[in-house]
């Protein structure tokens, strides 16, 4: 791989995953005001009860934590790739070995940047279907995902019945 191809990867990765902030703020705005205003319950299972005001603003919180934090490791994660792709082969003979385990770190560090963003961009977008009302909605089959599914993993959008259906696929 070239020095031209690596820098290139490096600004793909390095773009920041800032499409989702204006939408995030805008869903914000509105959740705000029907937080305000009449709040139309979110849907959940026959045998759970309806969200609490309380229960809502603690996942709310727990999510803002995580847009945080995961902001700061993508920041973090696209730094240690661009400083590796900008340190191209220095140091590294003509050895093949030398430039395969460069390649495998590149790589490595380019994967580490992708799940960071992606796991950052699944944040943002919880908050927008919170902020919505369309938070516990299966994104599949419109029904109920379940309070206790979104509480042990808050960024889920597919009840426990579709999900099982796309892994099997």
């Known amino acids: 791989m070239t020095q031209d191809v690596a820098v290139q990867e490096a600004d793909a990765v390095a773009a920041p995953a800032t ?3 204006p939408a995030v703020r805008a869903a914000a705005r509105t ?3 029907r937080r305000a205003g009449a709040v139309r319950e979110l849907p959940v299972a026959a045998s759970e009860d309806a969200w609490t005001p309380a229960e809502l603003d603690g996942v ?4 803002d934590a995580e847009v945080v934090r995961l902001s700061a490791d993508v920041a973090a994660a696209t730094s240690s790739f661009s400083a590796l792709v900008s340190a191209g082969g220095e140091g590294a003979g003509d050895d093949q070995v030398d ?3 460069a390649t495998a ?3 490595h560090e380019m994967t580490i940047v992708n799940n960071a963003r992606d796991l950052l961009e699944q944040t943002q977008r919880a908050l927008v279907r919170l902020a919505s009302g369309a938070y516990g909605t299966c994104e599949s089959c ?3 995902i379940g309070k206790a599914r ?3 993993f808050p960024r889920v959008t597919l009840c426990v019945g579709c999900k099982a259906r796309a ?3």
């Open 167 to 169: 892994e099997r696929r």
């Open 60 to 63: 709310r919180a727990e999510l």
């Open 142 to 144: 419109s029904g109920p």
């Open 150 to 152: 979104l509480q042990a």
């Open 105 to 107: 770190g590149r790589e």
């Open 31 to 33: 959740g705000a005001r």
């Open 19 to 21: 499409e989702t902030v």
């Open 99 to 101: 430039h395969g385990a």
